[in-house]
Structures are given as C-alpha cells and as structure tokens.
Antibody, heavy 122, light 110 residues
Framework: EVQLVESGGGLVEPGGSLRLSCAAS????????MNWVRQAPGKGLEWVSS????????YYADSVKGRFTISRDNAKNSLYLQMNTLRAEDTAVYYC???????????????WGQGTMVTVSS | QSVLTQPPSVSAAPGQKVTISCSGS????????VSWFQQLPGTAPKLLIY???KRPSGIPERFSGSKSGTSATLGITGLQTGDEADYYC???????????FGGGTKLTVL
C-alpha cells in the first residue's frame, strides 16, 4: 500500500525548533519529488516547500524561507522538514505529499499523509 | 490573500451541476498545469484533477476540469450530499518560483 506517515509535531514555544519526518512506503521514494503543505486551523492550504527526487532542486514559500529546511534520505525513504525560529503563524497541520505518477508537473499532489499538528505558543 | 482567486462558497441542489472557478495570471495558470483538490472535514486533501483535465484512477467522471487562458474551472455534475467539502485549485507560479493554492471554495449541497 502506498503510504506517507508524518511525525514530529507538537507544542513548541515561539523562537523554538522542531523537525518533522515523513516516512514513505509502497512506492519507489527516490523517483519522486516531495512536498510539505500546511493548513492553519480553519484556513486554506498553503504550500511550504518542495524537493526534487535527488535533492538537486529545492523551493520554499516566502513565508518560511530562511527558517525552514527541507531534506530527504532516499536510503531511508524519508522526507524531513527542519523548522527553526518558529512563530505563532506557523501553527498548522503539516502534510507531506507526493505527486501523481503520471502528472506532467510536481503540483499534482496525489498521495498525502495524515498530517502532524504543530502548535507554536508560549 | 491567495495568488489564485476562488469564490468563497458555491451551492446547488442534489443532482444539479456546479462549477468552481480559479483565476490567476500568466505567471501561474496561464503557463502551467492546474490541479484540483477536495478536502472533506477533518481529512487530508484528495486529488480530483491534474494536468488541467485528467482524473486519477477512482475519481468519478462527474468531476471535470478545464483551463482557458489564466483561469481554470472545476465542474461537478450529479451533485451528491457527499460532495460537500472544500475545493482548492493549485499550480506552479514562475514569478514566485513556488507552488500556489487558491483560497478554497466551500461547496454546499442544499
């Protein structure tokens, strides 16, 4: 079964750090670009970051640039998001997502994890 | 304020048809493929349409997508109460060098 499972969320104080993980299974992880998407409580979807299959190309939303770092370990079938200098506005459910196998671009997020909640509060 | 503009809400009766628009610019929709997602309450989003008008396996033909210029449209026919959800469009934005979503549209099936 194709699956993504996020972990690492929790409560952190403003200015703190957190590292999210996304474990992939059921497909050839190293063949796909991967993404992080977040959703603040009661709000819409917000793309956070993308990484190409071999980590050559990395992109970030302006809202997290300089604070968040995306990475992957293809040997461990895992995706990561290192989040530093966290702010209250970073509070959200964080999803990892994989594009559709036949899509022309990496935007067609087909496989999603269940999400992990990050709460930034004192 | 989202880069892609969607109506906040739409509604229609069961069995009817509804369309949801997604308006952008030449830096996003105008020169890139569009995807559409459905999000039921408390669940992860689900891909409905990719590459403007293609349906993943398992998505009913009732769902369709189209694109013209800098706008895209999601169509849903034969509305069912189970279609009540939030719908999002998404694409790549070359000016931002990043992926963007619309603000979302809440569909109510009356």
């Amino acid at each position: 079964e194709v699956q993504l499972v996020e972990s690492g969320g929790g409560l952190v104080e403003p200015g703190g750090s957190l590292r999210l993980s996304c474990a992939a299974s059921g497909f050839t992880f190293s063949s796909f670009s991967m993404n992080w998407v977040r959703q603040a409580p009661g709000k819409g979807l917000e793309w956070v970051s993308s990484i190409s299959s071999s980590s050559t190309y990395i992109y970030y939303a302006d809202s997290v640039k300089g604070r968040f770092t995306i990475s992957r370990d293809n040997a461990k079938n895992s995706l990561y998001l290192q989040m530093n200098t966290l702010r209250a506005e970073d509070t959200a459910v964080y999803y990892c997502a994989r594009p559709h196998i036949s899509a022309a671009t990496g935007d067609a997020f087909h496989i999603w994890g269940q999400g992990t909640m990050v709460t930034v509060s004192s | 304020q989202s880069v892609l503009t969607q109506p906040p809400s739409v509604s229609a009766a069961p069995g009817q048809k509804v369309t949801i628009s997604c308006s952008g610019s030449s830096s996003n929709i105008g020169n890139n493929y569009v995807s559409w997602f459905q999000q039921l309450p408390g669940t992860a989003p689900k891909l409905l349409i990719y590459d403007n008008n293609k349906r993943p396996s398992g998505i009913p033909e009732r769902f369709s997508g189209s694109k013209s210029g800098t706008s895209a449209t999601l169509g849903i026919t034969g509305l069912q109460t189970g279609d009540e959800a939030d719908y999002y469009c998404g694409t790549w934005d070359g000016s931002l060098s990043g992926r963007v979503f619309g603000g979302g549209t809440k569909l109510t099936v009356l």
